[in-house]
């Protein structure tokens, strides 16, 4: 029979995270951002055309859009991938 004082639980302590984690991820989303701006200039260009004098803005917004949310996925692919995501 099992002492009552001892805790039958197993305490998990998370995975430390590196730092070369998250730069390899925000490197992931800088080179699909180049990737889009290679490939979808004109199309980027075309749709940023309407907003006139805030085209600049607007087209600098989507592209910082799109680095940020692959980042952010990119990170939250390689953490599930860990089973750091869902202890």
Known sequence: MP???QSTQ???QPAE???TEHYVCSLI???TMVGVVVFFTPLLVALTRPFQQLS???FVFVLATVWLLVWLGTELVWEWQTGRLFP
Do not use: E, M, Q, S
């Open 17 to 19: 995270i590196n730092a």
């Open 10 to 12: 197993r305490v998990i």
């Open 56 to 58: 600049a803005t607007a």
């Open 29 to 31: 989303g800088l080179v």
């Open 3 to 5: 002492d009552d004082d």
